[in-house]
């Protein structure tokens, strides 16, 4: 779509946002000292005037003008200001084309004008498609669409965006984005929620509040959903969290269906009751949705006549969120931020990262989110892959297994920019400097996607000797988020901690430094890399710990540390105790009652104690040797008991014997019992999944001794465009994993050239797609076809439930696979 | 105006569950069953079944210019193209609409092990298809009881995409349920439902009994749905 590209701004010419408000009552009540009164629903009119269920309502603009300029000209005599224009899921898409989208606006902005609306509302609802990774609806596809409303919108002479009914924060960021880059007309944004009190995609009121306000939304709120009084308590967690104004438009309640009849049990005087409620809290924009008539907007004029908006206070804590969860420090409190996913000094995480092999990440994402960080430290800066591409896929995959939020770290600027823009939240970015050159390209950023910024106290000359020299340049930093309006809060100082081995005057220098940045620079807090400080010194967790606490002592509010390691965790949970974060050190007292020694090793109690059930059954018989026990483990699927067996297995034989006597046997004879039908499935994976548990062992003796086994290649597997079924691809990945074979998984969903790109790049030769859809077969055709022009020496087999030997040949694949043994023996064939 | 209705479905069977993995009475390790059930907890844990119907009169049939039978309803602009359609629903005077889902809960936790735990992916895959057909049975029965309630009698549910149904028709089925705004389901370009573990699907109300009515309560998909029932009559009659 090159339209997309046409209409993004230029990188790095984000100029602030100068509106174009209609009038003085408007720009009071984006300011909050005005209130707005919205209209009420349109789908519920135009049902009463006979629209067929399943019609398309926006076309009623062009069809029927007068029959939509009658019910908002009702809702104007009712009191309504703003007229929301009957172009909820006005897309092209839906519409039936892109021509027809200026075509609708056009006629709905000039039924709404027709009406007397005193302000008109360009309504832009959900496309209707998920979007990845979820769905198939890629972000910057999703974003063209609304760019093209918005456009139309505009053009048609609307005076404000009312994005509304959204249920997930991708899909209302890329709307939001659209209207900010292309038009300067203000922007209301709601989202929609469940009686849970999260939308459908599960995100929380808070998390809409910060994500929205901090994007650029000039008013945010809570359409649709329930009635107002379930919709009373989703507003008031979102008003601490909004720094603009609030909105709410509620249904008229549940509806139900009395002799053919629609009607919504919350009567007009009830709705507006709560309404009052709603305003005395701080809402300042009202309305209706689902069921409300001009009677219910009539008793909003009334309700607000003689009131003011209330007076708000907005909470000025520190805070992150991915689309699921909050990361908030009060002031006072310590952070935790998990570093390891970082390939900088790690032989794994680089091999990983070279290698496509993202489960790994994906286990330390877990492993950290489970020993207490509250952040994800992502950096995929190596110089021999696509940095950007790649962080883009580990952030897209990380949020499907942690709802952490993640903390974007690159020295690029435009691969921050590509990373933060589809991110679903609000992100912290690591990081911009005092460089003036980096100040220029990250700031902008930052301060246009609304996310919080860490600065590092290094510019043009270095990293300053003194505390003065480290605070003269966050105060530069500082002015500069400023200047970009980034609220104090979202600043993040990180004073560069440098090795004590080197300079012994340095840990103090650090220390001071914090204590400056807080003191002259109020409002900012401080981040701080702990483990540069303890380089070249033996037993270095205890060098870092004791530094850790200096630190806090000193101020600073967040480490970025490896949690696992527990020493430095002790340091955070019993600092939370001594700042009082800890209340009544209730955490402490919960984690800490039982351990003797704080600084042991990490507790493993409950892994022992998984594999003590698991080793509980009756099939693992003492009396065999290891190397019996393990393979009978393996045909019972039991991956429990498989890493102490490997090691001991070691202790007499070499990786060698364990993999060709032992486990490669056992596998074919799984193999066979599957091919047999004595094995299901479920069975034939969980085997898979006990002969990985040993691979797992032998693969880190193996690194660990600097000894390697040949891989038998590599095979390159998605599944294909359009389609997001999975499961089959992930079978063959596991097995053929586990007959030696290296696998490229380019996951689901995959664009052919994305996998073609791959399959060239690491000169694959064996490539297996899956397709469970007749309607992606095209896209599997695509691809081979691709791969034919671009890699004819790649052999490609195909499965998946609609496929056949025929259909394989008819999309030019050279192998068909009826299940994953298949894959497997066509593997051997082609690679050995 | 679409009915949303919230299912409560606290179990399933787990010989159905064992059915969708392809089971045929292997022996396996008992490490498997407590897994199958751990599967079955979670994906009843993480879901949460809802269903939109609505009802239409059924208001011509016609034959287009291609030879395809078609069954127009009042007040929606869905239409029953083709022969599946024409049979099904010969003797139907109105028709019953439903769509349900799991929600995103258990669709988020199925795309988790996708990441991080195949055999658990497996495992939850088959328990959350299993619970969604319960789900589609829950929804089905208050479709029998306005059927009972009109006295007329309603044949199996029918799902487009099976028969000669086109699969096009989903964009027209939930819109006409509002289903994307009321019960999340989400459409791709290629007609893919998200979440995944949803169903839509239409059911006859026929003015007399069909081939495929029920003739006994005893093993009725509905039974533990039924709300006929315990006021001492049948949809059999």
């Given at each position: 779509m090159d339209s997309t590209a046409r209409r993004k701004p230029r990188f790095g010419t984000y100029d602030k946002r100068m509106l174009r408000v209609r009038d003085e009552h408007l720009r009071r009540v984006l300011q909050g000292r005005d209130f707005l009164r919205f209209d009420g629903a349109m789908g519920t009119q135009l049902q009463a005037r006979g629209m067929a269920a399943g019609e398309t309502p926006e076309l009623l603009c062009l069809i029927d003008p007068q029959g939509v300029t009658a019910i908002h000209r009702a809702y104007v005599e009712a009191g309504a200001e703003a007229i929301t224009t009957n172009t909820f899921g006005a897309s092209a898409p839906k519409l039936g084309g892109e021509d027809m989208v200026p075509q609708v606006f056009e006629a709905a902005v000039r039924c709404a004008r027709d009406a007397g609306a005193r302000y008109v509302a360009a309504d832009i609802g959900p496309t209707g498609s998920l979007l990845q990774p979820?769905?198939?609806?890629?972000f910057d596809d999703a974003y063209e669409l609304f760019a093209q409303q918005v456009v139309a919108a505009d053009a048609a002479g609307a005076d404000l965006f009312i994005i509304e009914t959204m249920a997930d924060l991708a899909e209302a960021k890329a709307a939001l984005l659209a209207a900010k880059e292309n038009s300067d007309l203000p922007i209301f944004c709601t989202m929609t929620f469940d009686e849970d009190g999260r939308t459908f995609l599960g995100t929380t009121p808070e998390v809409a509040a910060v994500t929205l306000s901090s994007l650029g939304a000039n008013v945010l709120g809570v359409n649709c959903s329930l009635g107002p009084k379930d919709v009373a308590p989703i507003v008031e967690r979102m008003l601490p969290w909004s720094r603009v104004p609030v909105m709410a438009q509620a249904n008229a309640g549940l509806p139900r269906v009395e002799d053919g009849v629609t009607l919504y049990d919350v009567h007009p005087d009830e709705y507006c009751e709560a309404v009052g409620g709603m305003v005395r809290a701080g809402v300042s924009v009202v309305g209706g949705c689902c069921g409300t008539t001009p009677e219910y907007i009539r008793g909003e004029r009334d309700l607000l006549q003689g009131m003011e908006p209330a007076p708000r206070s907005v909470r000025d804590d520190f805070v992150v969120c991915s689309s699921q969860q909050l990361c908030v420090l009060r002031p006072g409190d310590v952070g935790v931020i998990g570093e390891r996913i970082n390939p900088t000094g790690k032989k794994r995480m680089k091999e990983a990262l070279r290698s496509g092999d993202y489960d790994y990440v994906m286990s330390l994402a877990i492993e950290q989110e489970r020993t207490g960080a509250q952040i994800l430290d992502v950096n995929?800066?190596?110089?021999?892959?696509?940095e950007s591409a790649t962080l883009q896929r580990l952030m897209a995959d990380l949020q499907g297994v942690t709802s952490l939020p993640l903390q974007v770290d690159s020295a690029v600027p435009e691969t921050i920019e590509a990373a933060v823009r589809s991110y679903p939240g609000k992100p912290l970015i690591n990081s911009t400097n005092g460089k003036r050159e980096t100040l220029d390209a990250v700031v902008p950023i930052a301060a246009h996607y609304g996310c919080a910024l860490v600065g590092l106290t290094i510019d043009e000359q270095g990293i300053p000797q003194t505390p003065e020299g480290r605070l003269a340049i966050a105060r530069r930093i500082v002015e500069a988020t400023d200047a970009a309006g980034i609220p104090r809060q979202d600043v993040v100082i990180d004073c560069l901690a440098m090795a004590a081995s080197t300079d012994q005057r340095a840990p103090r220098a650090i220390l001071e430094g914090i204590r400056l940045v807080k003191q002259e620079l109020p409002g900012v807090r401080t981040v701080l890399g702990v483990s540069n400080i303890s380089f070249g010194l033996p037993f270095r967790p205890l060098v870092n710990a004791t530094f850790l606490s200096a630190a806090f002592s000193a101020g600073l509010d967040m480490g970025i540390i490896n949690p696992k390691q527990q020493r430095m965790m002790d340091v955070v949970n019993s600092w939370r105790v001594l700042s009082g974060e800890d209340e009544s050190a209730q955490r402490y007292v919960a984690g800490y009652a039982t351990r003797s020694d704080a600084a042991g090793a990490p507790a493993t109690t409950g892994a022992s104690q998984q594999v003590a059930s698991e080793t509980g059954g009756g099939q693992d018989d003492a009396s065999l040797s290891p190397a019996e026990r393990a393979r009978a483990m393996v045909l019972a699927g039991r991956k429990g008991p498989m890493p102490q067996l490997m090691r001991d297995i070691l202790a007499d034989h070499d990786v060698m014997f364990a993999i060709n006597d032992v486990l490669i046997p056992a596998l074919d004879e799984v193999g066979v019992r599957f091919e047999k039908g004595t094995f299901f499935l479920p069975q034939l994976m969980a085997s898979a999944e006990a002969a990985k548990a040993g691979f797992d062992v032998l693969k880190e003796v193996n690194d660990a001794s600097g000894a390697q086994v040949a891989s038998k290649g590599q095979v390159a597997i998605c599944t294909v465009k359009g389609d997001i079924h999975d499961i089959g691809k992930n079978i063959v990945k596991m097995l053929l994993e586990n007959y030696g074979y290296d696998v490229l998984d380019l996951g689901r969903d995959v664009d052919p050239k994305v996998f073609v790109d791959a399959v060239v790049e690491h000169h694959v030769r064996l490539a297996g797609l899956s397709a469970l859809m007749t309607a992606t077969v095209p896209a599997m055709q695509e691809t081979i076809e691709l791969l034919h022009e671009r890699a004819p020496w790649c052999k490609v087999m195909v499965g998946g439930a609609v496929l056949n030997p025929e259909y394989a040949q008819m999309v030019g694949a050279d192998y068909y696979a009826k299940d994953a043994a298949e894959s497997a023996k066509i593997a051997a064939e082609i690679l050995g | 105006m679409p009915q949303i209705v919230d299912l409560s479905i606290d179990s399933v069977d787990r010989s159905e569950v064992l059915r969708y993995m392809g089971y045929a009475g292997q022996e396996y390790d008992p490490s498997l069953d407590q897994r199958i059930d751990q599967a079955i907890a979670r994906a009843i844990e993480v879901s949460r079944p809802r269903a939109s119907i609505d009802f239409f009169d059924v208001e011509t049939r016609e034959v287009r210019d291609d030879g395809t039978p078609v069954l127009r309803l009042r007040g929606t602009s869905i239409e029953l193209a083709g022969h599946s359609m024409e049979e099904h629903m010969a003797d139907a005077v109105a028709v019953g609409v439903l769509a349900v889902t799991l929600g995103m809960g258990d669709e988020r936790e199925l795309h988790r092990l996708g990441l991080t735990d195949h055999v658990g992916q497996i495992l939850l895959d088959s328990a959350s298809t299993t619970l969604v057909e319960r789900a589609a049975d829950a929804a089905e029965s208050l479709i029998v009881a306005e059927a009972t309630r009109r006295g007329l009698y309603t044949n199996f549910r029918f799902s487009p995409g099976y028969g000669d149904l086109p699969l096009s028709i989903q964009p027209t089925i939930l819109s006409a349920l509002d289903a994307t705004r009321r019960l999340g389901i989400t459409l791709s370009?290629?007609?893919?439902?998200?979440?995944?573990k949803s169903v839509t699907a239409v059911v006859g109300m026929c003015t007399r009994p069909q081939a495929s009515t029920r003739r006994s309560c005893k093993g009725c998909p509905c039974f533990d749905f039924c709300t006929i029932r315990p006021t001492g009559r049948t949809c059999h009659g």
């Open positions: 979820m769905g198939t609806l890629s995929a800066g190596l110089p021999e892959i696509d | 370009p290629t007609l893919l439902m998200t979440p995944t």
